[in-house]
């Protein structure tokens, strides 16, 4: 079984500062590790994704995360927020033998000038 | 252009009706999903195929139903059986190997019943 917990509903950030997302996860084999944005009234489009090798990821328009397997973490941030980031963002996590992702609840952005 | 294509993009329904969302795909893609989304409870796994004529229950199937007649159409019913269906519901496709888990999603279809 696994199961996605991230932690915060709402994050408020100003432009141009560090936008912080927090992912914890649970799964009983190696897990793939994925972060999706949601834009209003749209489908869900992939940032990134970790299966294997490099823990830090970098993923679309600046967004990296990084894989840290003591913490059962894989955050994701971007050093400076622009206004396009606003949206919703989804932590997903999928074992490596598996055939379906479980998604988190997800955290909406809002980008203040 | 490939990509997932859900019809209706709005879907108002009466209490004790049921009703079909169409997704249609045509990237080639195996596997396809269809997940529900409620505010502040993510997306929920409702059913998914990964071949036509075999299709798995997910986490939330009780009042839904779906077909794989064909690699490219997952289409799903809402059926009357379904305590609460107003919802967002959303279709995805992904390829199997090492790329699985990347999916690719429709706009979704939004279903209000009154």
Not at chain 1, 3 to 18: D, F, N, P, R, W
């Amino acid at each position: 079984a696994q199961s996605v917990t991230q932690l915060g509903s709402h994050v408020s950030v100003s432009e141009g500062a560090l936008v912080l997302l927090r992912c914890n996860y649970s799964s009983s084999v190696p897990p793939y590790l994925f972060w999706y944005v949601q834009y209003p009234n749209q489908g869900l489009q992939l940032l990134l994704k970790y299966t294997t090798g490099a823990t830090l990821v970098k993923g679309i328009n600046g967004f990296e995360a990084e894989f840290k397997k003591s913490e059962t973490s894989f955050h994701l941030t971007k050093p400076s927020a622009h206004m396009s980031d606003a949206a919703e963002y989804f932590c997903a996590v999928m074992g490596a033998a598996g055939n379906k992702l479980t998604f988190g609840g997800g955290t909406r952005v809002l980008v203040k000038p | 252009d490939g990509g997932i294509t859900q019809s209706p993009k709005y879907l108002f329904r009466k209490e004790g009706q049921n009703v079909t969302l169409s997704c249609e795909q045509n990237l080639n893609h195996d596997a396809m999903y269809w997940y529900r989304q409620d505010p502040g409870q993510g997306l929920r796994l409702i059913y998914y195929s990964q071949i036509v004529n075999d299709f798995q229950k997910g986490d939330i199937a009780e009042g839904y139903s779906v077909s794989r007649e064909k690699k490219e159409s997952f289409p799903l019913t809402v059926t009357s059986a379904q305590k609460n269906p107003t919802a967002f519901y959303l279709c995805a496709s992904s390829p199997f190997g090492p790329a699985a888990g990347e999916l690719f999603f429709g706009e979704g279809s939004r279903l209000t019943v009154l």
